[in-house]
Each structure stands twice: as structure tokens, then as C-alpha cells.
Nanobody
Framework: QVQLVESGGGLVQAGGSLRLSCAAS????????MGWFRQAPGKEREFVAT????????YYADSVKGRFTISRDNAKNTGYLQMNSLKPEDTAVYYC?????????????????WGEGTQVTVSS
């Protein structure tokens, strides 16, 4: 059983940056794909980015490509989401998720473990 805890959210002005962290415990973090998802009020949870266990494969939603970077440090059991050039439409609760798969999936239903989320608010 893997436990995930997100941190690093907050309030930032448009054009600013934040780095989210996802600390994992209770499992072999390096065995898991890690993904980031977000959910804005009144909207469905949507895919943001995902990274393979080794970090060799990464995928991004078109809406964040070129602005967000997903990474991981298996020695620290931690994943990251660097978010630059933030826009008001990036405002949401951001969740990290993990699953033991070879290829990183983009669908939320394929992930087995979820954190509680961290709020990101981007003001205009």
C-alpha cells in the first residue's frame, strides 16, 4: 500500500511558478508510474502529466505542454511537478497518483493510489 502526500500548492500571480512535490511511503516508489491530475470546481478530474518509473518516459496534457515539467527522484521517494508561466485556468486542486505499470497511463481510472491533493490558485 502506497501513501502519497502532495505539497507546494499556494496562491500565485499569473505568469508565476510553483513546484509541487509528491512524497511517497509504504511501497517501492521506483516501481511505480507517477501521474499528476487536477480538478477545478465544477469540472471533472483531468490528466496533467505522467512519468515512468525510470523517468525515461513522460507525457503531458496539451494544455500544459511547454510550461509544466514532471520529474522524480527515486532515491528520495518523491515526485515533482514544476509549473511555470501559470495561468488563471490552471487553478485547481492538484493530485498525484501512482500505479505499478510499465507504461504511464493518462486515464485516472488506471491509477491505484492517490494523494489528498494540494490547492493551486492563480490570480489574474
Amino acid at each position: 500500500q502506497v501513501q502519497l502526500v502532495e505539497s507546494g500548492g499556494g496562491l500565485v500571480q499569473a505568469g508565476g511558478s510553483l513546484r509541487l512535490s509528491c512524497a511517497a511511503s509504504g511501497g517501492t516508489f521506483s516501481s511505480y508510474v507517477m501521474g499528476w491530475f487536477r480538478q477545478a470546481p465544477g469540472k471533472e478530474r483531468e490528466f496533467v502529466a505522467t512519468i515512468s518509473w525510470s523517468g525515461s518516459m513522460t507525457y503531458y496534457a496539451d494544455s500544459v505542454k511547454g510550461r509544466f515539467t514532471i520529474s522524480r527522484d527515486n532515491a528520495k521517494n518523491t515526485g515533482y511537478l514544476q509549473m511555470n508561466s501559470l495561468k488563471p485556468e490552471d487553478t485547481a486542486v492538484y493530485y498525484c497518483a501512482a500505479v505499478a505499470k510499465l507504461r504511464p497511463p493518462r486515464d485516472a481510472y488506471e491509477y491505484d493510489y492517490w494523494g489528498e491533493g494540494t490547492q493551486v490558485t492563480v490570480s489574474s
